[in-house]
Antibody, heavy 118, light 109 residues
Framework: QVQLVQSGAEVKKPGASVKVSCKASGYTFTSYGISWVRQAPGQGLEWMGWISAYNGNTNYAQKLQGRVTMTTDTSTSTAYMELRSLRSDDTAVYYC???????????WGQGTLVTVSS | SYELTQPPSVSVSPGQTARITCSGDALPKKYAYWYQQKSGQAPVLVIYEDSKRPSGIPERFSGSSSGTMATLTISGAQVEDEADYYCYSTDSSGNHRGVFGGGTKLTVL
């Protein structure tokens, strides 16, 4: 069965970086993309960006350009999302999701809470 | 930047029809997708490509789109349908950037 398992919760200081992993299993990793979505406490969903697991092409939300990098390791079927220069308003649950060729997210990771606090 | 607009809340009694709207300038050219999120859980896809229902989603969930507005309809809403619902689409810039609506809290009581 398809599973996306994310790394554990993180606590970071303002200005630091965080790297969240998303290990995929149960399907051919390179046949799908991975999108990252975050949700601040009590707030809505925010699309952060997408990476093709086939060729590494990326697309990032404009507001995060320059601070976010998405990568994949096809040898371990793992996707990564790194966010730099963290601010308090980056505190959120970060989700990875498998994106199909028809642009929808059919499987989601369990979420990773990133807390940014001094 | 591109935005999708949803009402913050919708309330219905059990068995009634709930309609949640999503408006966006690119919706005449781009599909809408709908996700259900229950408290403390990851979102679940309930409608894709405006009106298609994934396997395992009850028939009471349906979707439509006309002009700049997409609509999620829950016919005969059940108590277990109480959740936050988000529309999702992409902008028309050619960059394929995604965007979620602000979310609608559906209350069924």
């Amino acid at each position: 069965q398809v599973q996306l398992v994310q790394s554990g919760a993180e606590v970071k200081k303002p200005g630091a970086s965080v790297k969240v992993s998303c290990k995929a299993s149960g399907y051919t990793f390179t046949s799908y993309g991975i999108s990252w979505v975050r949700q601040a406490p009590g707030q809505g969903l925010e699309w952060m960006g997408w990476i093709s697991a086939y060729n590494g092409n990326t697309n990032y939300a404009q507001k995060l350009q320059g601070r976010v990098t998405m990568t994949t390791d096809t040898s371990t079927s793992t996707a990564y999302m790194e966010l730099r220069s963290l601010r308090s308003d980056d505190t959120a649950v970060y989700y990875c999701a498998r994106e199909t060729t028809r642009d929808y997210f059919d499987y989601w990771g369990q979420g990773t809470l990133v807390t940014v606090s001094s | 930047s591109y935005e999708l607009t949803q009402p913050p809340s919708v309330s219905v009694s059990p068995g009634q029809t709930a309609r949640i709207t999503c408006s966006g300038d690119a919706l005449p050219k781009k599909y809408a997708y709908w996700y259900q999120q229950k408290s403390g859980q990851a979102p679940v896809l309930v409608i894709y490509e405006d009106s298609k229902r994934p396997s395992g989603i009850p028939e009471r969930f349906s979707g439509s789109s006309s002009g700049t507005m997409a609509t999620l309809t829950i016919s005969g809403a059940q108590v277990e349908d109480e959740a936050d619902y988000y529309c999702y689409s992409t902008d028309s810039s050619g960059n394929h950037r995604g965007v979620f609506g602000g979310g609608t809290k559906l209350t069924v009581l």
